[in-house]
């Protein structure tokens, strides 16, 4: 199947507001997932730093939000709150050095197919391309800690999976699109599944 990556527009949005619940059901939560509003305000802000996966005929296949942050605000590595500034993006920055990806939703019908590896290609022309921009960097959630919390910290598990002896969903698949891990950032956003804990990753070109 053909995978297109277009930018994210307002004729995107109410299918992109449900494909969060279909991305990030429970126990994630809904609190945390994006309104209209929020879309609106990225498309705003930051608007080729919005992509929208689609199939030929238009249906939309998966969704990533991008911001633009500081050098700063990039080496602090504090919580989700404090560097993206919530659902508004508050701390954007036109000149920012690091594309910080926000977020990343593949439709359940449409994984396995390379809908999330085409958003990432995506990401990272964006940052080769685009004035100033010297990395693309996140903060990876791991939701493959949950069977492990009783016997790992969450900073000891990432470190299983980086090394290979676990495999976790949504961390294994980004390190082996070649980003590497920085380090552990406990208490990055309430996420029951992380243990509230994020993989700080970078890509440079």
């Not at 910290?153 to 980086?162: D, F, G, H, L, R």
């Amino acid at each position: 199947m053909t995978v297109r990556v277009v930018p994210l527009q307002g004729c995107h949005l109410e299918a992109a507001v449900e494909l969060q619940r279909l991305a990030f059901p429970p126990p994630f939560d809904e609190e945390l997932l994006w309104k209209a509003e929020h879309l609106l305000r990225h498309i705003a802000l930051f608007p080729n730093g919005q992509f929208a996966a689609e199939t030929e005929d238009g249906t939309l296949m998966g969704t990533c939000s991008n911001t633009r942050i500081t050098e700063d605000n990039w080496s602090a590595h504090q919580n989700w709150d404090t560097t993206v500034g919530g659902p508004f993006l508050t701390t954007y920055d036109p000149n920012g050095s690091t594309l910080y990806g926000l977020d990343i939703s593949v439709h359940p019908a449409f994984r396995r197919m390379g809908v999330g590896r085409a958003l990432y290609r995506a990401r990272f022309d964006l940052v080769s391309r685009e004035t100033g921009l010297v990395r693309y960097g996140t903060a990876c959630r791991v939701p493959g800690y949950a069977p492990h919390r009783s016997t790992l910290n969450p900073e000891a598990y990432i470190q299983e999976v980086v090394q290979g002896t676990f495999s976790d969903p949504t961390l294994t698949p980004l390190l082996k699109m070649g980003l590497t891990y920085l380090e552990t950032i406990a208490d990055y956003m309430e996420d029951e599944e992380s243990g509230n804990a994020a993989a700080m990753l970078e890509w440079k070109p």
